[in-house]
């Protein structure tokens, strides 16, 4: 099986929070990252966990850690447009990457 | 954070040639990696570029096919060689440093006709 799953799609009204959540295989991943991926552009480092965290805040963005479940979650809160976006969760180890969520935002 | 340049951003090729991709850091980092995005698709790791001897494949990909070369440790080349129309895709060139990001060029979109 892969070694990070994410959902595929998620559609948010602009202003209301975005969760896009993801799992993972390796438990001797150290770091976890999220990253975003706007329409025909590069990926873009957003955050990223530490192994032994719980959370992580910065800004508008929220990492959660369930270590033992090997689940991580981003949430976005406010989401604007400008977030419309792939987003992708990535371990550490061999910087597997999850198969990325569409993020769509609706007015 | 690492600034990354990848040439060319996008080419579009015959099947049959041969394409290299530049990458460039603007400071020394010790990992670098190539990554292929096929339209519509995750990143898939091809190989990790190590400076001073031969690259590490990931299964399914193989040096006939994707030559790499790291002279150095700010430097990077990726060949896509013998190209076909399967072999479309963006390719993006990755660094770690000694803090833990990665981060990511803007990637070569390539289109072989």
């Known amino acids: 099986g892969e070694d990070v799953e994410q959902s595929l799609f998620l559609s948010v009204r602009e202003g209301d929070s975005s969760v896009i959540n993801c799992t993972y295989t390796d438990s001797s991943s150290t770091y976890l990252y999220w990253y975003k991926q706007e329409p025909g552009a590069g990926l873009q480092l957003l955050t990223y966990?530490?192994?032994?965290?719980d959370m992580k805040q910065d800004q508008r963005l929220t990492v959660l850690l369930n270590k033992k479940d090997k689940h991580l979650s981003l949430r976005i809160a406010d989401t604007q447009t400008g977030d419309s976006a792939i987003y992708f969760c990535a371990e550490r180890h061999k910087l597997s990457f999850g198969a990325g969520t569409t993020v769509t935002v609706r007015a | 954070s690492a600034v990354i340049s990848q040439k060319p951003s996008r080419d579009i090729c015959q099947r049959g040639t041969s394409l290299t991709i530049q990458c460039q850091v603007d400071s020394q980092v010790t990992m670098m990696f190539w990554y292929r995005q096929q339209p519509g698709q995750s990143l898939t790791l091809i190989a990790t570029?190590?400076?001073?001897?031969?690259?590490?494949?990931e299964s399914g990909f193989v040096i006939d096919k994707f030559p790499i070369s790291r002279p150095n440790l700010t430097f990077s080349t990726l060949t896509v060689s013998n190209m076909s129309p399967e072999d479309s895709s963006i390719y993006l060139c990755?660094?770690?440093?000694?803090?833990?990001?990665?981060?990511f060029g803007q990637g070569t979109r390539l289109t072989v006709v």
């Open positions: 966990i530490f192994s032994n965290m």
């Open positions: 570029a190590n400076q001073g001897s031969e690259a590490t494949y």
């Open positions: 990755s660094v770690q440093g000694t803090n833990t990001e990665a981060f």
